[in-house]
Nanobody, 128 residues
Framework: QVQLGESGGGLVQAGGSLRLSCVASGHSFSIYRMGWFRQAPGKEREFAAAIKWSAGNTYYADSVKGRFTISRDNAENTVYLQMNSLKPEDTAVYYC?????????????????????WGQGTQVTVSS
């Protein structure tokens, strides 16, 4: 079992920045990849960014590419999501997810069904 805890959400004006953190505890040695997903009010949860834990390969949704950066600190078992140039449409609950399973290719990394463990989420609100 892996437990995930997100933090760093809040209220920010459009154009501002936030950095989300997600700490993994428990059997964190079994993490193969981690991702950030988000769910806006009235919408389905969608992929934002993901990272391969060992090599650091990163993947992004087109909607956040160039504005968001995912990174990890292996020693601290923490993944970050640096969010810059925030827009009102970025308003959502952001969830951290992880899985111990291998996969390859963008389609796998963006598939929320391929992740096993999920955090409780952190609210990000961007005002216009």
């Amino acid at each position: 079992q892996v437990q995930l805890g997100e933090s760093g959400g809040g209220l920010v004006q459009a154009g501002g920045s936030l950095r989300l953190s997600c700490v993994a505890s428990g059997h964190s040695f079994s993490i193969y990849r981690m991702g950030w997903f988000r769910q806006a009010p009235g919408k389905e949860r969608e992929f934002a960014a993901a990272i391969k834990w060992s090599a650091g390969n990163t993947y992004y949704a087109d909607s956040v590419k160039g504005r968001f950066t995912i990174s990890r600190d292996n020693a601290e078992n923490t993944v970050y999501l640096q969010m810059n140039s925030l827009k009102p449409e970025d308003t959502a609950v952001y969830y951290c997810a992880s899985t111990p399973y291998d996969c390859s290719g963008y389609r796998c990394y963006v598939d929320e069904g391929s992740y096993v463990y999920w955090g409780q989420g952190t609210q990000v609100t961007v005002s216009s």
